[in-house]
């Protein structure tokens, strides 16, 4: 199952604008992750953020993170045709054992127009 | 460094057989995670090992099980397989430093066609 929604489904910008991709999720988290797949290939990891963080910046992308609102927000500044992409966000939910079990959203597939 | 290499990329399998699926994680991580990749579930979660032992598990039946050797490269079997089991097999090898959870890496996957 997965563990929360991603919003909006897609999204179409034209290059240099910026692109905001939301997640929400439903239990509490360790850290919260977001990922690029390109056409259908492997994952990228793109930034890590810890339930203890709110802001996190790497390059031009920018996230946030309210455990309050148990959502997420992933900002791509200054978009390129090379950021088009499918964008997960995913969850480490806090539970008892160790280790890595990430739950993922639906995604959002991001399309940037030259 | 060498990234996540997983073996074979593309697989034809027919209803009823089984199939191995192999994952060579980056250098010096221990941890090695399995997802199964669908456009009707999305991203699912199998299992992780560590260290040679299964230490999370996913909701998926037992025809799904994996193993991971001393060198911590690891390999997912699924046998008598079904039409619904074509995906895309992604493993992904992560750093397991404590109890805290770290950014994973993700091979190319295997995509996995039942006939």
């Known amino acids: 199952s997965q563990q929360g929604e991603e919003d909006p489904q897609a999204l179409s910008i034209q290059e240099g604008e910026n692109a905001t991709m939301n997640c929400s999720y439903k239990t509490s988290i360790n850290n919260l992750q977001w990922y690029r797949q390109n056409s259908g290939r492997g994952l990228v990891h793109l930034i890590l953020?810890?339930?203890?963080?709110r802001e996190k910046h790497s390059g031009r992308l920018r996230v946030t993170l309210d455990t309050s609102k148990k959502s997420s927000s992933l900002l791509i500044t200054a978009s390129r045709a090379a950021d088009t992409a499918s964008y997960f966000c995913?969850?480490?939910?806090?539970?008892?054992?160790?280790?890595?079990?990430?739950?993922f959203g639906a995604g959002t597939i991001l399309r940037v127009k030259s | 460094k060498a990234g996540v290499t997983q073996t074979p990329r593309y697989l034809i399998k027919t209803r009823g057989q089984q199939v191995t699926l192999s994952c060579s994680p980056i250098?010096?991580?221990?941890?090695v995670s399995w997802y199964q990749q669908t456009p009707g579930q999305g991203l699912q979660f199998l299992f992780e090992?560590?260290?040679?032992?299964?230490?999370n598990k996913g909701n998926f039946p037992g025809r799904f099980s994996g193993r991971q050797f001393s060198n911590s490269r690891s390999e997912m079997n699924v046998s008598t397989l079904e039409l619904g089991d074509s995906a895309l097999y992604l493993c992904?090898?992560?750093?397991?430093?404590?109890?805290?959870?770290?950014?994973?890496?993700f091979g190319p996957g295997t995509r996995l066609t039942v006939t």
């Open positions: 992904a090898s992560s750093l397991a430093v404590g109890t805290r959870s770290y950014e994973q890496y």
């Open positions: 250098s010096g991580h221990r941890s």
């Open positions: 995913a969850t480490d939910e806090r539970r008892e054992e160790y280790g890595n079990k990430l739950v």
């Open positions: 953020i810890r339930s203890n963080e």
């Open positions: 090992y560590f260290s040679e032992t299964q230490r």
